[in-house]
């Protein structure tokens, strides 16, 4: 079982590496001839790193850069560049101060003289944020707490922010006028929609006011007439010249791990890189898989041991308890359950930031007695999942993944990892 961790560790670090934004943005930028002066703003959990690259490449051409990312996810000081720390999942005040000096910085530009770099990575639809005239931020903070704790997936969260929103669908490119933009954007979204990724800012958004209020009625969320008068504001249909490149996605993170586990002598399936729904019932599907897998059972894969199972996606979690924890801990505890008593089985699920939900750990890895462990510390598996308390009962079972801030985004990462029994 220790082989099959320390495996499972180098497979995550494998994995994460390959999709690091460093080398993606300096290949974006490298080969253009860029004479004019260039603002560069960043924002969401890779802005740091990516801005970064961008200083690398552009030194001195660099007049003056902004950088929004999650709490402690900063690297350091740059030269030429602001850096302020802000909420997630939940937008704060300093969510707002990043959003007002971005485009204070914008609106100074030239047209003529200068270029306005941005840079985008998952988790920018907290971190930057400014309300539409006439709301506050914890009109959106309300909003933005009642769709997440009610099951609201990342569309139908992004249709209802960009409307409340000065910066998002499309918006920030609006504020940009005329001035030439270059988007660069790491890809936290199954699929890769720009108009979707950190809720669009740069590319014109296709949802619309009505769309937005049948999300809230969706989900019984009663508004304001401030926040009705907001979303009645239709965000840009179409934006002037504006060129986005896409870097990373969660198909190189699940490739790598496939190709991690076969070097590891694991003969590797994909399931999928769009997995979605809830994280508990993804958790019982692995345990279901391994489960066959071990008993001998035919299936599609036709899979032997030693075999690993690769996916990558995002899920969600509705709330029924008022514990701690993130999607990826929920599936991973989940998964537990699925595989107790059996030997030679790892399973893991962690984020790709190193940060899973509200909390400072990226995932958990669990295996066939992580509910032995629990219980022996004189808990119940149960009732912590029905808290949605993954966190604190994988502390309890040293289950925990750990990266820390990985300074990407693109999604998360499960595998199951079988090894030979004896």
């Known amino acids: 079982m220790i082989s099959l961790r320390q495996d499972a560790l180098t497979i995550i670090d494998a994995a994460i590496e390959a999709v690091l934004p460093e080398a993606a943005v300096q290949a974006a930028l490298k080969n253009r001839a860029i004479t004019k002066a260039v603002t560069v703003i960043a924002i969401g959990k890779a802005a740091w790193r990516m801005a970064e690259a961008s200083y690398a490449v552009l030194g001195e051409k660099i007049k003056q850069g902004m950088i929004v990312t999650k709490y402690g996810h900063s690297q350091g000081a740059l030269p030429k560049f602001e850096i302020i720390e802000a909420g997630h999942p939940i937008p704060d005040e300093n969510s707002v101060l990043g959003a007002e000096r971005a485009l204070d910085m914008v609106s100074d530009a030239d047209e003529n003289e200068d270029l306005i770099l941005f ?23 309300e909003i933005t707490d009642q769709l997440l704790s009610r099951g609201a997936n990342i569309t139908e969260m992004n249709i209802v922010r960009k409307h409340l929103s000065r910066v998002k669908g499309g918006r920030f490119a609006e504020a940009c006028g005329q001035t030439e933009l270059l988007v660069i954007v790491l890809s936290d979204v199954i699929g890769d929609p720009l108009d979707v990724i950190a809720s669009g800012p740069a590319f014109p958004d296709p949802s619309t006011s009505a769309e937005a209020f049948a999300v809230l009625d969706k989900f019984g969320i009663a508004y304001s007439a401030k926040v009705k008068a907001a979303i009645e504001k239709e965000t840009p249909k179409s934006l002037g010249f504006c060129e986005s490149i896409i870097t990373g996605s969660v198909s190189t993170l699940c490739d790598t791990a496939a190709a991690a586990c076969e070097a590891l002598g694991y003969a590797p399936i994909i399931l999928s890189t769009e997995m979605t729904g809830e994280a508990s019932e993804l958790g019982r599907t692995l345990a279901s898989f391994a489960r066959e897998i071990l008993m001998g059972k035919s ?16 899920t969600i979690v509705h709330l029924r308890g008022k514990g701690k924890g993130g999607r990826n801990q929920e599936t991973a505890l989940a998964a537990a359950v699925g595989i107790q008593d059996l030997d030679h089985v790892v399973i893991f699920s962690v984020g790709s930031d190193g940060t899973d939900g509200p909390t400072d750990a990226a995932g958990g890895m669990v295996d066939g007695y992580t509910l032995d462990r629990i219980r022996s510390a004189g808990f119940n598996p149960g009732q ?31 595998v199951v990892l079988i090894g030979e029994g004896k």
């Open 119 to 141: 840079l985008v990575s998952g988790g920018g639809s907290a971190l930057f944020e400014l309300p539409q005239l006439g709301l506050d931020l914890s009109d959106i903070m």
């Open 299 to 314: 299936s599609p894969y036709k899979l032997r041991p030693p075999c690993a199972l690769v996916a990558g996606g995002e």
């Open 384 to 414: 912590f999942l029905a808290e949605n308390d993954s966190y604190h009962a994988l502390q309890v079972s040293e289950d925990l993944v750990m990266t820390g801030p990985t300074g990407t985004n693109v999604n998360d990462l499960m």
